[in-house]
């Protein structure tokens, strides 16, 4: 597949828990911008060249016709969070100078006006002094859509507020089964299960389950895929957990053998919601490369079977 070639920074910009700006959220070291706290970040922005390349694009030098329209803006709070994820390290503390930090991405935002705000943690639902700034934020600029990557198990009264905050919502998921989903996520499968359910019945907010593909949890993978194919999703994603290729030997039998089972489910389940998936007309379902590569969904099998723009592989 072609790469299509762009100054990535004049589309997206993605903002780290300490402040440093990339492209995009992959967060290569060679693509580093600057600093929200350097005095000349908007010029770094702004006339930086950069060279790095992701699934979908491939960066190219600034030309002189070349104007920012930032489509995304990509900002990663705290790492605050409530769950307990075996696959992460745990890092629980609060944003430094977290004050003059949320004042220096207004001004990001007031200089770049993005069509979209996309937030994460940690957990920001249950980050009182951040959910506060993005709600003044909402009601300062209506007219940007803001989706927040969450866990969703939290209260009520959360919900009720998040509602109407956010226009899209995107739900990590690290297992399929109550007692899978709690002895990885150290969380309550249900609570989850009953708040995406409110949202979908209640709301017109875009609701996206997303699946982290890691040795615990594989075998439910497909549970979670016809589920999520069954609730209206606006876009479904199987992703990875970094971890799958470092912890394991992926060219061993017993993966070997392990993927090829799950991949027989998940063609059943493709060829079952075939005419479903088809007639969404858009790229509906994303596949992680290592995830595609295993199960053998790759770009012939997407083509042979009429998926061509509707399954991505993205990373």
Request: a positive charge; aromatic letters at 12%.
């Given at each position: 597949?072609?790469?299509?070639?762009?100054?990535?920074?004049?589309?997206?910009?993605?903002?780290?828990?300490?402040?440093?700006?990339?492209?995009?959220?992959?967060?290569?070291?060679?693509?580093?911008?600057?600093?929200?706290?350097?005095?000349?970040?908007?010029?770094?922005?702004?006339?930086?060249?950069?060279?790095?390349?992701?699934?979908?694009?491939?960066?190219?030098?600034?030309?002189?016709?070349?104007?920012?329209?930032?489509?995304?803006?990509?900002?990663?709070?705290?790492?605050?969070?409530?769950?307990?994820?075996?696959?992460?390290?745990?890092?629980?503390?609060?944003?430094?100078?977290?004050?003059?930090?949320?004042?220096?991405?207004?001004?990001?935002?007031?200089?770049?006006?993005?069509?979209?705000?996309?937030?994460?943690?940690?957990?920001?639902?249950?980050?009182?002094?951040?959910?506060?700034?993005?709600?003044?934020?909402?009601q300062e600029y209506p007219d940007i859509i803001f989706d927040i990557v969450t866990n969703l198990c939290v209260n009520e009264k959360t919900i009720k507020r998040a509602e109407k905050i956010f226009d899209e919502i995107t739900v990590s998921i690290l297992g399929f089964t109550?007692?899978?989903?709690?002895?990885?996520?150290?969380?309550?499968?249900?609570?989850?299960?009953?708040?995406?359910?409110?949202?979908?019945?209640?709301?017109?907010?875009?609701?996206?389950?997303?699946?982290?593909?890691?040795?615990?949890?594989?075998?439910?993978?497909?549970?979670?895929?016809?589920?999520?194919?069954?609730?209206?999703?606006?876009?479904?994603?199987?992703?990875?957990?970094?971890?799958?290729?470092?912890?394991?030997?992926?060219?061993?039998?017993?993966?070997?053998?392990?993927?090829?089972?799950?991949?027989?489910?998940?063609?059943?389940?493709?060829?079952?919601?075939?005419?479903?998936?088809?007639?969404?007309?858009?790229?509906?379902?994303?596949?992680?490369?290592?995830?595609?590569?295993?199960?053998?969904?790759?770009?012939?099998?997407?083509?042979?079977?009429?998926?061509?723009?509707?399954?991505?592989?993205?990373?």
């Open positions: 597949m072609s790469k299509s070639e762009r100054v990535c920074q004049f589309y997206k910009l993605s903002i780290r828990k300490d402040g440093d700006v990339f492209p995009c959220c992959l967060g290569l070291p060679s693509s580093r911008l600057g600093n929200i706290f350097d005095e000349d970040i908007f010029n770094k922005i702004e006339t930086a060249n950069i060279d790095c390349e992701c699934s979908l694009y491939k960066t190219r030098p600034i030309l002189s016709e070349d104007k920012m329209d930032l489509k995304r803006l990509h900002i990663m709070f705290s790492h605050e969070c409530q769950a307990r994820c075996i696959c992460c390290k745990q890092q629980k503390e609060k944003m430094p100078r977290e004050k003059e930090h949320l004042e220096k991405i207004l001004e990001i935002i007031k200089r770049y006006n993005p069509r979209y705000i996309t937030v994460l943690g940690g957990e920001v639902l249950i980050q009182a002094k951040t959910l506060d700034w993005i709600e003044n934020i909402k109550p007692y899978t989903y709690s002895k990885i996520m150290g969380l309550d499968f249900n609570v989850t299960m009953r708040n995406y359910e409110y949202l979908l019945k209640n709301t017109n907010i875009k609701m996206r389950p997303k699946y982290l593909l890691m040795p615990a949890n594989i075998y439910e993978a497909p549970l979670f895929f016809e589920w999520a194919l069954n609730h209206k999703s606006e876009k479904i994603y199987l992703h990875n957990i970094r971890e799958f290729e470092q912890c394991c030997n992926l060219k061993d039998e017993y993966w070997v053998k392990t993927f090829e089972q799950v991949e027989y489910e998940m063609k059943k389940l493709l060829e079952k919601y075939k005419e479903h998936i088809i007639s969404q007309n858009r790229h509906f379902i994303s596949f992680h490369p290592i995830n595609a590569k295993m199960l053998k969904i790759d770009d012939d099998y997407i083509k042979a079977n009429g998926f061509k723009d509707i399954i991505k592989i993205t990373s």
